[in-house]
């Protein structure tokens, strides 16, 4: 049973609109069940790394035989921090002057996690929040337009990423154009390689896929004759196991040969 005002609009997802108080903008609470056990997971891992750092570094200050210098210590302590963030506030670090075989100066590290910060992680883990200014819009319609919005993000990744489309900055319009097309062309056989690949039960990443059967590779067979000229077939090598599953899969069958026979000197 839903709270008031919330909304599901996908399973394990439910939204809740609230106006802001001078009405000119709205903004639209998220949460996300399976964003909230992703992070929960991230922030378990960070903070196992980081105290695992921390056991570490104090395991060091407790065997050192000559005093260590604080500043390098407190240098130490921060890179640590820095390379776990996500749980850094979780951690209230310090280090101690303690005597050891009689002198001073020795440093000992302690350290205590914030229990108010562990309550924040429960509380807004698989929570979002977006903000617009249209202030008509039911729920469920804006949370749908702003995942239409992280699809034209992935499109821009994989234009960039998977398809090394790379802006390039060209000085004529009609350059400008074929460039926009051929991105689009790009982007549209790719989506479609994605749709196929879904069909036949062979998930969503053709990156993947055109790594499999980019390894099947053709090559050129010359044959002498008795005319004193060479023939040359250009031959397809035969696919491994692997990628003929993949292939038959895509109900897609290799021809032997890709061009016919030419003479050669």
Not at 101 to 118: I, S
Not at 143 to 160: C, D, G, P
Not at 174 to 179: D, E, M, S
Not at 191 to 217: H, Q, V, Y
Request: proline share 4%; net charge positive; with cysteine.
């Amino acid at each position: 049973m839903l709270e008031e005002g919330w909304t599901e609009v996908q399973p394990g997802v439910e939204v809740k609109c609230c106006q802001a108080p001078e009405g000119a903008e709205t903004f639209i609470l998220c949460r996300s069940e399976a964003r909230r056990e992703k992070e929960r997971a991230m922030h378990a891992r960070f903070e196992q790394r980081l105290e695992a750092g921390l056991k570490k570094l104090a395991g060091r200050l407790d065997r050192a035989k000559r005093k260590p210098d604080r500043a390098q210590v407190e240098r130490q302590i921060g890179r640590l921090l820095a390379r776990n963030s996500r749980a850094a506030a979780l951690f209230e670090v310090r280090t101690v002057e303690v005597e050891r075989d009689g002198r001073k100066g020795h440093l000992k590290l302690e350290w205590n996690k914030r229990k108010e910060h562990r309550q924040w992680w429960a509380l807004s883990e698989g929570a979002y929040l977006l903000r617009t200014n249209l202030p008509d819009w039911p729920a469920e319609e804006l949370w749908r337009s702003y995942i239409h919005l992280t699809q034209v993000e992935s499109a821009f990744r994989v234009e960039k990423s998977d398809l090394s489309l790379r802006p390039i900055w060209h000085q004529l319009e009609h350059r400008v154009q074929a460039h926009v097309l051929f991105s689009f062309l790009a982007y549209a056989m790719w989506k479609t390689l994605e749709l196929w690949m879904a069909r036949s039960d062979l998930g969503n990443s053709p990156r993947m896929l055109l790594e499999e059967l980019a390894r099947i590779k053709s090559q050129d067979v010359i044959l002498p004759t008795s005319a004193g000229r060479d023939v040359r077939v250009r031959c397809v090598r035969k696919p491994d196991d692997s990628q003929e599953l993949l292939l038959d899969r895509l109900g897609l069958q290799l021809p032997l040969r890709v061009s016919e026979p030419r003479w050669c000197k």
